[in-house]
């Protein structure tokens, strides 16, 4: 029999959705399903709920404490294991319970502790060492926060309630992290402990929608939303890099490390170093990520249909060969029952409403005997661009088509656009006519789209022509001009540095810096920072080099490695370049470019007064635009946008042309990028720098960068230190403020230098840094406005006449995987100082994180501390070193007001 190819496509699409739309329980190394696997040097167990529909569990394994612990007597919604006990929720109340031994967690398992009375539970997800539940939402309150999600999490430095803006559907712990996937928009979020885990809490893809999460190890792996449900993952520990630690904690040999498949999954689970999916389209199982040289290999050509992850093995139910379990990878126990008396869910009565039987065949169920069934919940709605062409019944699952006039992905092009010709009579008839209908219509709309992009160019070229007409500049206005075509030439020049793709840090080894170095000469050190010493370097190849070493902490690798995760995702012509790293016997080193002329903070304030006097206000105002830009970049281009958290003079770095460039991204943060709220952060900066808003209520956005970027510009206009305390008022805000405001700009400018001819230009850059430290994060500018005003303030001190257009063009910052649209070019009125009010603040959503770093140095830089009291601490100490300063947050605190109850309730679910 003969197939039209439309109809081969679209009944390959069918199968596609329809197997897409089976929603099997699954586990990984910790989701909840109908079986868990549990893990450890105490041996290993697997248990399952039994399958007569009884929900008691039963268990089978080598670990003595949980086959003994086992509560035969309670019944369970469902089951999640760890390290040494295993856990379900149970039916009754609705609660975790656990068993085994987990001192992490409780040394006697029951239910967990603290444990919030009446709290009930959807789902529990346990990591090795700790377990998540997310909470029912409490519905039946009236003043419930609507549209929140709340999940409780105990054991290993986990051990707190966690509220996230937004409904979660599902959540699936790793290995001292656990990830969340939004049900409305189906995007991921990871939290957790940084350690092990940054690129997988850090590197979520940004904008993907997921069917499904399975965390690992330090990975988490998810099926994404759409017909082809292709697996990816992110996270540190599929590379080839762990695998050598995967081999030694394993006791094997080296294997191979593999990438995800592109097959379709219906359903993936996590383990140490790897991660398995069931395919969608033959119901077999395929691993990737680090696999075993020995140990049982993954089975091939059977069919299965749930499956869980222990450490380095995974177990599954066969969809043939009825009471089958069926285990490979290495370290479990050959006591593991093969076969186990475990979920097989072939049930004697027909499927219910709201599921389906599984069938094998057309005619051929799942189960050995043709009396019972198999059933699958129906799937969700239709994706987009496809409708319902039959309702999901007892025999199967709901079939969606696309429609064709709708159309937005190739798929669907592809799907609806065969050609016609080769099918039957009946075939071609119907295609004709819907071909007949689609092709005017399809017509239309590309005439609509032509016309509509025509008319959108020709007046974007008119406007720019008229704009480009308003400035063009007279042969008699020659110097000036002059000068302006020469800076903007030059600026020309340095757009086209700009690195359009983003590098890969090349890794180096030990020996190779200890070379460029001289072994780590101390006359070789260029810098020194809270965590780290920077050495100047030669390379083999000449390439002279700056190494930055940790001093040997935890905390201070913790932050080179954040800024090795960050640096290697971010390119931008002002911020300084990663060219590698190396890491190597636990310790982290850092290789960047060389910066010849030192930080901005050693031209302002160091020794060599003459340094302070070559940097005049051209200079002075163009380091402002460039470091500008480069924070633009991080808040508005960089995917999710980071925020840097330390602007300050000694992370403003000065290449050998005089480019500014943005520096030290170690306490750096990303957020997700389509997120409205806040990041709830404990304060961590340098003391002078720090936003009063994000010191007094924890609330972490990219204004917090603006606060610091307009003391930065007051210590540029006027020569101070952020905290100096030999003036009688030593915060440099305090003492600006006031003067800018009642319009005595001559007073603050820096007494080294005489005030330029123009003094309006320097006004602007006054009146900018006087609206960035603003005591509310909402009423600052955001950085794309100020440089936009300070390319004008630039442009007027080089006695330009174009002061309309900014000097410096807009449009310089790629590099990032996708660009959010600036809120300027959003506008269309662009008042030169008019920045910042009422404007929409970018928040970001993050969970809050364990406290980690605190640290006062010499130049007074606070870290997050690993307790709210730790914190209060160092801060009372940090105050007390810096005499008045204390007294200056103090103040900034009250002028800020008390919280609001909004506040206070952000307060008190996040710290
Ligand atoms: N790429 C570079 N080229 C030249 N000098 C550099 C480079 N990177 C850093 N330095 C110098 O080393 C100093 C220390 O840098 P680092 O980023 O470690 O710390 P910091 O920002 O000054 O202090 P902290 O870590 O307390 O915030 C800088 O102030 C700068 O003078």
């Known amino acids: 029999m003969e197939f039209s190819s439309s109809q081969f496509f679209i009944g390959f699409l069918l199968e596609l959705v329809v197997l897409g739309g089976l929603w099997l329980q699954v586990s990984s190394f910790g989701s909840m399903s109908s079986m868990a696997a549990s893990f450890g040097d105490k041996g290993n167990a697997f248990c399952g709920l039994k399958p007569d529909g009884s929900h008691t569990v039963t268990c089978n394994g080598s670990n003595s404490a949980i086959i003994h612990d086992t509560p035969a007597q309670f019944q369970f919604l469902g089951l999640t294991g760890g390290y040494g006990f295993l856990c379900g929720i149970l039916m009754s109340s609705k609660q975790p319970y656990c068993w085994g031994r987990n001192g992490h967690i409780a040394e006697k398992l029951g239910v967990p502790q603290p444990m919030v009375k009446g709290a009930q539970y959807l789902e529990i997800s346990a990591g090795d060492n700790h377990l998540c539940g997310l909470r029912k939402p409490l519905i039946w309150r009236k003043r419930e926060r609507k549209n929140t999600s709340v999940v409780d999490c105990w054991g290993f430095n986990m051990t707190r309630t966690y509220v996230f803006d937004g409904m979660i559907q599902s959540i699936s712990a790793g290995c001292g992290f656990n990830c969340g996937l939004f049900s409305q928009n189906r995007t991921a979020f990871c939290w957790g402990n940084h350690d092990a885990n940054s690129l997988a809490i850090l590197a979520v893809p940004c904008g993907e929608r997921f069917r499904k999460l399975a965390a690992g190890g330090n990975h988490v792996c998810g099926i994404l939303e759409g017909v082809n449900s292709r697996t990816v993952c992110w996270g540190r520990s599929l590379d080839v890099q762990m695998a050598k630690i995967a081999s030694k904690h394993a006791g094997q040999g080296l294997g191979n490390v593999l990438l995800p498949p592109n097959d379709p999954m219906i359903s993936i689970a996590g383990g140490r170093f790897h991660a398995c999916g069931i395919k969608s389209n033959d119901l077999g199982v395929v691993c990737w990520g680090h696999t075993f040289g020995q140990g049982t290999p993954v089975p091939s050509g059977t069919k299965i249909t749930d499956i869980v992850a222990g450490d380095y093995f995974n177990c599954a139910n066969l969809a043939e060969k009825s009471d089958q379990i069926l285990c490979w990878g290495v370290g479990f126990s050959s006591s593991l029952p093969k076969p186990a008396a475990l979920p097989r869910k072939c049930n004697s009565n027909l499927c219910p409403p709201g599921s389906y039987e599984m069938k094998q065949h057309k005619d051929k169920g799942v189960c050995n005997s043709s009396d019972t069934h198999f059933c699958v919940p129906c799937s969700g709605a239709c994706p987009y661009e496809m409708y319902q062409i039959s309702p999901c019944n007892s025999t199967s699952d709901r079939i969606c088509e696309y429609n064709c006039s709708a159309c937005v992905s190739l798929q669907c092009f592809s799907i609806c656009s065969p050609s016609p010709l080769s099918a039957p009579p009946t075939v071609r008839n119907k295609d004709e006519r819907f071909w007949s209908l689609q092709v005017p219509v399809l017509v239309a709309e590309i005439v609509f789209a032509i016309f509509l992009v ?458």
């Not at 959108?456 to 007409?469: D, E, G, N």
């Not at 690798?557 to 290697?568: A, P, V």
């Open 454 to 911: 025509s008319i959108l160019s020709t007046t974007a070229v008119l406007y720019v022509r008229y704009k480009l007409r308003d400035c063009q500049c007279s042969a008699t206005r020659s110097s000036k001009v002059k000068k302006h075509i020469i800076v903007s030439s030059s600026l020309q020049k340095e757009n086209s540095k700009i690195r359009p793709e983003i590098r890969k840090a090349k890794k180096f080894n030990y020996e190779e810096l200890e070379r460029a170095t001289s072994g780590f000469k101390e006359e070789n050190i260029v810098g020194k920072g809270s965590f780290s010493c920077v050495f100047k370097g030669v390379l083999k190849d000449g390439t002279v080099v700056a190494v930055k070493r940790a001093i040997r902490s935890q905390k201070s690798s913790n932050e080179l490695h954040t800024e090795l995760d960050l640096l290697s995702r971010l390119n931008h012509a002002h911020l300084l370049s990663l060219l590698g790293y190396c890491e190597e016997g636990g310790e982290i080193i850092l290789v960047y470019e060389f910066m010849a002329h030192g930080s901005l903070h050693q031209h302002l304030h160091g020794q060599n007064k003459e340094l302070k006097q070559q940097l005049d206000w051209v200079k002075r105002v163009t380091i402002a635009v460039q470091a500008a830009r480069g924070i633009e970049y991080l808040h508005g281009y960089a995917c999710p946008p980071v925020i840097h958290r330390d602007i300050k003079s000694s992370n403003i770095l000065i290449d050998e042309e005089h480019n500014a460039r943005v520096a030290d991204f170690g306490l750096s943060l990303l957020g997700p990028a389509d997120s409205s709220t806040p990041l709830a952060e404990l304060p961590a900066g340098t003391l002078g720098y720090l936003d009063p808003e994000y010191y007094r209520l924890h609330y972490l956005t990219t204004k917090s960068d603006v606060y610091s970027f307009g003391v930065l510009l007051l210590e540029l206009l006027s020569g101070r230190k952020a905290i100096d305390m030999q003036y009688e008022e030593g915060n440099i805000v305090q003492w600006a403020k006031p003067l800018i405001k009642s319009g005595d700009i001559a007073a603050i400018l820096d007494p080294v230098l005489k005030p330029p001819p123009d003094l309006a230009a320097l006004k602007k850059v006054a009146i900018v840094a006087c609206k960035s430290v603003r005591m509310r994060g909402r009423d600052r500018p955001s950085m794309d406005k100020i440089t936009t005003t300070l390319e004008h303030s630039l442009a007027r001190l080089m006695g330009s006449p174009c002061i309309e257009q900014p000097i410096l063009p807009t449009e310089v910052v790629l590099g990032s995987s996708r660009l959010h649209m600036k809120s300027s070019q959003r506008s269309s009125n662009r008042s030169e100082i008019d920045v910042g009010e009422n404007e929409d603040q970018r928040y970001e959503f993050r969970a809050p994180s364990w406290i980690t770093f605190p640290s006062v140095t010499s130049s007074q830089r606070i870290k997050s501390s690993s307790s709210e009291a730790e914190v209060d601490v160092k801060n009372n100490n940090n105050n007390s070193n810096v005499g008045s300063g204390g007294d200056v947050l103090k103040s900034l605190e009250e002028e800020i007001g008390p919280a609001s109850p909004q506040e206070r309730l952000f307060l008190q679910h996040n710290f």
